[in-house]
């Protein structure tokens, strides 16, 4: 927990303020400009959802009980979890009219009335590391910075409920907290942070992209890691910067692709990593059941291929949502029922979905591959509905 530091909170506006342009006052003679609202989700008919028949509801059923560890509490889903736990599902037919019966389908659509979006995969990978460093082990993953600072400003400004500022004390000021170009230089005070060391220095990246993964010590068991925090830099993609500066194709921007090319640019490597200033701090977790996913956002295991990551300011977290897309590189329809149970920091944007595709080599492939249009259906509980159409 952060103790209470009332100068630094004060300085916490200062630099709000100073991430966000002061508008620009219009002429006087200007006549303002109403923007057209578009409604976040529109409630539709589940015959309205294509592809809803063929969701293999009845497979998503762990993920709704999953789901429910969280939400039963609340008001507006306690009967719906209730009656999930009392109920046994032994087909989608079944499961369809349990859904059918208790939610509403609403159609998620972009700001500008667009319903087409980014369908991305991630999944749990695995590294080799070790608990002290030695060669090959030299990539450090580390757990939070003592000095880094979580600023919630929604207990003074409910408007901002969520906005989170992670910065430093320097001085009497907040600042902004280091960027990953900073971190890899030692600017950070993270000596004795050190979780693991690991022999892939971009496997050590990805682990942060990721948000979790597993660890095979070389003396020793197999550990997890999971999301403890970030230092508040945006992520950017370094498929992104390679194909910008014409070391690669748009087309072929993906992690072979990029590994090949560090193969043959190592000197450039760290350059190439650190145009992504995010950077990514770990817990160790308990691995009890090898079979489990990780804890994701909403604060339970997420399961493979039923578990998806989304921008919680437009799809509540917990949700069933029906997602219709294709498989990675293929025509064949993907058309499934899946639960927002994970958050990350490139996911943003309404109709934008990142899918859980599990642990391992094969749902890495998977997911390194997954970069395709899809479309979003969240479904709600009959008597919850968004404030005005959307969230």
Request: proline fraction near 9%.
């Amino acid at each position: 927990m952060i103790k209470p530091l009332r100068p630094a909170l004060a300085a916490a506006f200062v630099l709000l303020a100073a991430c966000v342009a002061p508008p620009t006052a219009p002429e006087k003679s200007a006549k303002p400009q109403q923007a057209a609202r578009v409604n976040t989700l529109e409630a539709v008919a589940f015959s309205d959802v294509p592809g809803w028949n063929d969701g293999e509801q009845a497979a998503a059923w762990s993920a709704l009980l999953a789901s429910c560890q969280a939400l039963r509490g609340r008001d507006a889903w306690r009967v719906v979890c209730a009656d999930a736990a009392a109920l046994p599902v032994s087909d989608d037919a079944a499961a369809r009219r349990f859904f059918e019966a208790r939610f509403v389908p609403w159609r998620v659509a972009n700001p500008d009335g667009s319903v087409d979006g980014l369908v991305t995969g991630y999944y749990e990978p695995l590294l080799r590391g070790s608990r002290v460093k030695r060669a090959p082990f030299l990539f450090p993953l580390y757990g939070p910075p003592d000095d880094l600072l979580t600023i919630d400003l929604s207990a003074v400004a409910p408007e901002l409920k969520n906005l989170r500022l992670r910065g430093r004390v320097q001085g009497r000021r907040v600042v902004p907290y280091y960027s990953r170009a900073e971190i890899e230089s030692g600017a950070a005070p993270l000596a004795g942070k050190e979780i693991v060391w690991v022999d892939d220095a971009i496997g050590a990246f990805l682990l942060q992209i990721q948000g979790s993964g597993r660890v095979q010590l070389d003396k020793g068991p197999v550990i997890r890691l999971g999301f403890a925090d970030q230092n508040g830099h945006p992520y950017q993609s370094i498929g992104r910067y390679l194909v910008d500066r014409g070391e690669l194709q748009l087309g072929d921007a993906s992690m072979p692709n990029i590994r090949a090319w560090a193969a043959a640019h190592p000197d450039r490597l760290p350059d190439l990593l650190n145009q992504n200033p995010s950077y990514v701090f770990f817990r160790e977790l308990p691995l009890a059941d090898p079979a489990s996913g990780p804890v994701g956002a909403l604060g339970v295991a997420l399961t493979p291929q039923r578990s998806i990551a989304v921008d919680a300011r437009s799809v509540p977290l917990g949700a069933p949502v029906f997602i219709s897309t294709v498989w990675p590189n293929a025509d064949l329809p993907l058309n499934r029922l899946v639960f927002a149970q994970d958050t990350g920091g490139a996911i943003r944007g309404a109709v934008r979905a990142d899918f859980f595709w599990g642990f391992g080599s094969e749902a890495g492939g998977q997911a390194g591959r997954m970069r395709q249009q899809g479309r979003l259906w969240v479904l709600l509980p009959k008597d919850m509905k968004p404030a005005g159409g959307g969230p």
